[in-house]
């Protein structure tokens, strides 16, 4: 935690960083701007991670990281083990030591109702002799468990739960996530060693997103958040790890000793809200804003019901809330069992698991031509959604959960996570259950299939497969991509079944006169259309880089290649050793990319693009990436604006390389308020990932 003061002076540093070559002309000079830049940038992880409003774009960011890893290469004596840039450590873990923990990881007891919970507080207020107990209500959160200890301020050891009294010594690939500081500081209490036990989760987001792209690459598609992350934590490869989007929430302290060896619980640290207080002012990543400290039960249980219908609006997975009672040595008095905490209850949410018959498999071919099993179900209702298809992921899951036409299955639905079959119920089989075969050739097209060597997927290697040709132009249309307003994936096919639209290019010379008249298709549609078809012609380079589905170029690597390019064209030239020099792109991607602009039939795309006037290079004056320290953010001004007009702000926000936009949604950094600002402050309140600035706030940004 930073106080205002500590805020201004590291955002001056981060300006001063950003515009001036930093003194570095003796051992001592760089020292210095070596622990400057440490500390700026442990401030905007901070922004970025705990708080989640970051204040500099990723680009920026990137700038001050890069900064400081070239001094560091300079000076390899400064390197320190605790630098931002030792986040991901070099080389494989091979292995992972057992190690105990401190004290055992307790599972907890489970309650599903009002009356469970009702019975936990009269056995609590039986043991405290008291009318009403105060508790804390806070997220359950559905990840893999960690610890993590720190020695005098520095992490020293992280270990996932295992069987609870000892687990896996996953320090290197606890050490990747920036929700996890290096080193605390807690001043007076003199702390020696502290215990921390928390959960490292993937958003929700983050992890379709993934699964999209693992899906396009034929790898195999990940079965839930949950999973994922605790299979992330046991790869070897830290650097993969990173690729997982993983962050660790901090929930208890079950062990804090002071210099003389004594337990700092419960007579200095007294409460769970204030412990959850205390390391969210350490810099961790807590419930602290979710968190709620109750009266007594009539309050935990309606605070229960509530979470329980908005439990799907969180971008993390929870299986449920955990009540705790607050007072630290009250709970001391009551303990343990040799299973869980007599302090503390879970209440679990409406189980998000379903049996249901498989009536049949079909099979999708995706935009690279990889095709995967579909799986369709007899209707259930699972967590209050009908639920009528799931994935089946790929041929290998098919074959190793021996999954059949007509078995039982086991459907889960985890919040905004396509479901999923998580096994056949092998016991309710008659005999009569028929085998799946995958397809030797294209559902699509009839083209045989091939499964090139370590993917999972089978896939059509017919580039112009119908299913295909409609999906790259789904694609092509989609928000990441060219994102053309009044278009969207089911007309895309309605018009390639009609025969209006066949490739990319043919977006641009559409026949609007075929399509009036469609249904649902007035003259107000029609010039929707129109218009967000015309104004995708201008889409920055990037976004045409992406939208072109080149295998292997997700957003990132698309503005990168954006940043170093001025056409489109200019790619034709680069060979694989160039491409494979760029940051972040690999052997595997360069050569894809090469392909891609060595493949006539892609270049004819490119040229008809052109012909077309989509706009394939970038501007004269953007030769360079827009450095703007708003660059990548976007700003909604509401309100009366008293400060400066409307055209004013935009042009501020313009010249520094942010955007302005007029509706808050989730791609908005900042909502300005101006006096009396209506709707658009409530819905961006609502959002919590928009920062809320004042007219003021706003120009001492700037
Ligand atoms: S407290 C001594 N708080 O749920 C008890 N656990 O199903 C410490 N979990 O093993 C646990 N969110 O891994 C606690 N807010 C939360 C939690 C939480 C998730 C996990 C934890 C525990 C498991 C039991």
């Given amino acids: 935690m930073y106080t205002p003061e500590q805020e201004q002076k590291l955002l001056e540093e981060t300006q001063h960083f950003l515009r001036e070559t930093p003194p570095k002309n003796s051992l001592q000079e760089a020292g210095n701007t070596i622990d400057q830049l440490r500390r700026i940038i442990g401030y905007h992880d901070y922004r970025y991670y705990i708080a989640s409003e970051p204040v500099i774009s990723d680009y920026d960011y990137d700038r001050l990281y890069k900064l400081l890893g070239s001094i560091e290469n300079e000076y390899p004596e400064l390197v320190d083990p605790d630098s931002p840039t030792q986040r991901i450590p070099q080389g494989l873990t091979k292995e992972f030591p057992t190690v105990e923990h401190i004290v055992p990881m307790l599972s907890l007891d489970n309650s599903y109702n009002e009356e469970d919970l009702r019975e936990f507080d009269r056995k609590v207020r039986e043991a405290a002799g008291k009318q009403q107990v105060e508790y804390c209500v806070e997220p359950k959160f559905d990840g893999a468990g960690i610890s993590l200890v720190y020695n005098k301020g520095k992490l020293v050891r992280g270990a996932s739960r295992g069987d609870g009294v000892a687990g896996e010594e996953i320090t290197n690939n606890l050490k990747v996530l920036r929700t996890i500081p290096f080193s605390v500081n807690l001043q007076g209490y003199n702390l020696a060693t502290l215990e921390l036990r928390g959960e490292v989760m993937i958003p929700k987001a983050f992890f379709v997103k993934m699964n999209e792209e693992r899906i396009k690459e034929g790898l195999a598609a990940l079965a839930n958040p949950r999973n994922s992350a605790a299979g992330a934590l046991r790869m070897q490869d830290a650097a993969q790890v990173a690729k997982r989007g993983l962050i660790a929430f901090i929930y208890h302290i079950s062990y804090a000793t002071d210099a003389n060896g004594m337990s700092l619980i419960p007579s200095k ?137 007509g078995d039982m299955v086991l459907v889960e639905r985890a919040g905004d ?53 409609v999906e790259r132009l789904k694609h092509f249309i989609s928000k990441d991509a060219m994102d053309i307003e009044g278009f969207g994936g089911a007309n895309v ?49 990037h976004r045409l880089i992406f939208g072109l589905g080149i295998r292997y170029v997700g957003q990132a690597t698309a503005r990168t290649l954006a940043s170093e390019i001025r056409c489109l064209n200019d790619l034709e030239e680069w060979d694989e050793e160039k491409l494979s ?7 595997k991607v360069a050569a894809s990319i090469f392909e891609f602009f060595h493949t006539p039939e892609n270049l004819e795309i490119i040229r008809s693009l052109k012909e077309l006037g989509v706009e394939t290079c970038k501007p004269e004056d953007a030769e360079k990436p827009q450095e703007g320290e708003f660059h990548d953010l976007t700003f909604v001004f509401t309100g009366s604006l008293e400060r400066f007009t409307r055209n004013e702000a935009k042009a501020m926000v313009e010249e520094r390389g942010g955007k302005v936009s007029s509706s808050v949604s989730n791609r908005v950094n900042y909502l300005v308020a101006g006096a009396e600002a209506g709707s658009k402050l409530d819905k961006a309140q609502k959002l919590e990932t928009i920062r809320i600035l004042s007219e003021d706030e706003f120009l001492k940004m700037i």
């Fill in 269 to 405: 640290l007294v409460t769970h809200s204030g412990n959850i207080a205390l390391l969210h002012k350490m810099g961790f990543k807590t419930p602290h804003s979710l968190m709620k400290v109750c009266k007594g039960i009539d309050e935990v249980i309606h605070y229960c019901h509530e979470w329980q219908e908005k439990r799907d609006e969180y971008d993390f997975e929870l299986d449920g809330l955990v009540v705790k009672v607050n007072d630290l040595s009250l709970q001391e008095k009551l303990g343990f069992t040799s299973h869980h905490p007599r302090w503390a209850m879970a209440f679990k949410f409406k189980a998000r698991q379903g049996s249901t018959k498989l009536i049949d498999v079909h099979f999708q071919v995706g935009r690279t031509g990889a095709v995967t099993p579909v799986a369709k179900l007899a209707p259930v209702e699972i967590g209050g959604v009908s639920v009528s298809s799931a994935s089946m992921f790929n041929e290998d899951f098919i074959l190793e959960k021996d999954v059949r036409i």
């Fill in 417 to 469: 996570v396509i479901p999923y079959i998580v096994k056949p119920v092998r016991e309710a089989r008659t005999g009569s259950e028929k085998i799946i075969s995958f397809p030797a050739v294209c559902p699509s097209c009839e083209s045989e299939l091939v499964k090139p060597e370590g993917e999972v997927a089978r896939r059509c290697v017919n580039i112009n497969c119908p299913a295909q040709v």
């Fill in 493 to 541: 096919q309605r018009f390639f079944d009609l025969n209006l639209l066949d490739s990319i290019p043919g977006i641009y010379k559409m026949d609007y006169a075929g399509i009036e008249g469609l249904k649902g298709f007035g003259s107000k549609s029609v010039e929707k259309l129109k218009k967000g078809i015309e104004e995708s012609r201008q889409q920055p380079l």
């Fill in 581 to 587: 020099s760029l940051q972040d792109i690999g052997q």
